[in-house]
């Protein structure tokens, strides 16, 4: 049986962005681990619909086995795998919590976007 409190980090790859990320969550959120599901521009691939079964698939361990109660979807400042503005990046990411919310996972999802400066924003 998997001992601490989880919460699952749904992020791009880059990282610039881990240990802010998953600090904020711990912080704001009181858990002991973040699992971290990351792809190049993650927020643009769950607002398109593109590639989502593997998403959601590694969720679902993060859920099921970690018994992770919060999803926390990002999108970054110069992101390489999204070069997007930052109004593009939080609708996108409103969009991927709207998505991952529809799955009925059984966990709260928020999203997050980090700054230029590695500040984390709830949007």
């Keep these: ?10 992020t791009c790859m880059d990282g610039r962005i881990q ?10 959120y009181s858990v002991d681990y973040v699992d971290a ?10 607002a398109e619909n593109l590639g989502l079964e593997s998403i959601k698939t590694k969720i679902g361990i993060s859920i099921n086995a ?10 970054h400042h110069d ?10 990046h939080i609708s996108q990411i409103k969009k991927g919590v709207d998505v ?18 590695w500040n984390i924003v709830s949007v």
Excluded: Q, R
């Design 1 to 10: 049986m998997t001992e601490g409190k989880f919460a699952t980090s749904v």
């Design 19 to 28: 240990l802010p990320l998953a600090k904020w969550i711990k912080e704001n």
């Design 37 to 46: 599901i990351t792809e190049p521009g993650i927020d643009k691939k769950i």
């Design 66 to 75: 970690h018994k992770s109660e919060l999803i926390v979807v990002s999108g």
């Design 79 to 88: 992101c390489a795998g999204n070069p997007v503005s930052e109004d593009e």
């Design 100 to 117: 991952i919310s529809s799955w009925n996972l059984d966990a709260k999802v928020i999203g997050v976007w980090v700054d230029d400066s």
